[in-house]
């Protein structure tokens, strides 16, 4: 609720200009320093909790909500937003848990770069789980674009980025993302690598 009432303010602020990407979490260890010691399924279940109360009070509803992890007694939003319903939430998650929260809340589900096929599965998934929903979704993709005159340059350029980025280095982001993340999409990536 408190959540809600500063993304209002916000929305407010800039005249209908905020858009709010939601990040449930991947590394426990970070989670943990936090003071978020759900695993994942709990933590997927929570932000369900978390974005029903959110989006309810944004579209203007009283909210009465007890979940196994948050609740709202009356609570409402005395100042609401510009964007209507609500101002619109992006989500990123590959495993099944993340697609169904895209599917009931998110406006825009967001993807890293893949293989078009393994791609066009994932977004074929998440669109039918938000018909299912009787939702429309719309997609964004991560993708690192280097734009320069010539291929050759492009890839000079790519080439001076990664420079200092040492086998040491990747080897251990590569461990963390398979070994450490709980995060389904970093999995997927990793696995391209």
Same mark, same amino acid.
């Given at each position: 609720a408190l959540f809600a009432r500063h993304a209002a303010t =916000?929305?407010?602020?800039s005249n209908g200009r905020v858009l709010l990407n939601v990040v449930t979490g991947a590394d426990p260890a970070d =989670?943990?320093?936090d003071g978020n010691k759900l695993n994942h399924a709990e933590r997927y279940a929570q932000t369900d909790e978390f974005l029903t109360i959110w989006r309810d009070m944004l579209s203007g509803k009283e909210v009465n909500f007890e979940g196994?992890? =948050?609740?709202?007694?009356g609570s409402d939003i005395s100042f609401p937003p510009v964007q209507k319903p609500y101002p619109p939430l992006w989500f990123g998650g590959s495993s099944d848990a993340g697609i169904a929260i895209a599917a009931k809340h998110v406006d825009v589900y =967001?993807?890293?770069?893949?293989?078009?096929?393994?791609l066009a599965e994932k977004l074929e998934r998440v669109r039918a789980a938000a018909a299912r929903e009787g939702r429309n979704i719309r997609f964004g993709l991560r993708i690192h674009l280097i734009v320069r005159e010539t291929e050759e340059e492009a890839w000079a350029a790519a080439d001076r980025l990664i420079s200092h980025v040492t086998d040491e280095v990747i080897a251990e982001a590569q461990n963390n993302f398979v070994n450490v993340s709980e995060s389904v999409g970093q999995k997927r990536m990793s696995a391209l690598h």
């Open positions: =916000l929305d407010r602020i =989670l943990a320093g196994q992890y =948050l609740s709202a007694k =967001l993807s890293w770069g893949e293989p078009v096929e393994q």
